[in-house]
């Protein structure tokens, strides 16, 4: 079973950085489409950026300017850079992906994945 494991999180200052990764474990996996959401308590699950393979962005308007989503394709990875940080942006942040990876007797499997999560909490 393909699991998506983030790390990264943690505890900032406004105005500081972190940087989050997801990596693919367990398969070999082929990434389509990757992604970032988050939710903070008491809120809906929203998009804060996606990246497609062939490296188009798109950013939550919250966000833009101040976190950048990048890939490793040969690996399937995905990275967010998040800069300037807000008390605003604390959430459990997850990433997404679709994509294709393939069992032990060979057969392809695709899907839409999502990691377990990873908390981002700012302070004032």
């Known amino acids: 079973q393909l699991q998506l494991v983030e790390s990264g999180g943690g505890l900032v200052q406004a105005g500081g950085s972190l940087r989050l990764s997801c990596v693919p474990s367990?398969?070999?996996?082929?990434?389509?489409?990757m992604g970032w959401y988050r939710q903070a308590p008491g809120k809906t699950r929203e998009l804060v950026a996606e990246i497609t393979s062939g490296a188009d962005t798109k950013y939550s308007d919250a966000v833009k300017g101040r976190f950048i989503i990048s890939r490793d394709n040969a690996k399937s990875i995905v990275y967010l850079q998040m800069n300037n940080l807000k008390p605003e942006d604390t959430a459990v942040y997850y990433c997404?992906?679709?994509?294709?990876?393939?069992?032990?007797?060979?057969?392809?499997?695709?899907?839409?994945?999502w990691g377990q999560g990873t908390q981002v909490t700012v302070s004032s």
């Open positions: 997404n992906a679709d994509g294709i990876y393939y069992t032990e007797t060979g057969e392809p499997v695709v899907g839409r994945y």
């Open positions: 367990g398969k070999v996996f082929r990434a389509n489409d």
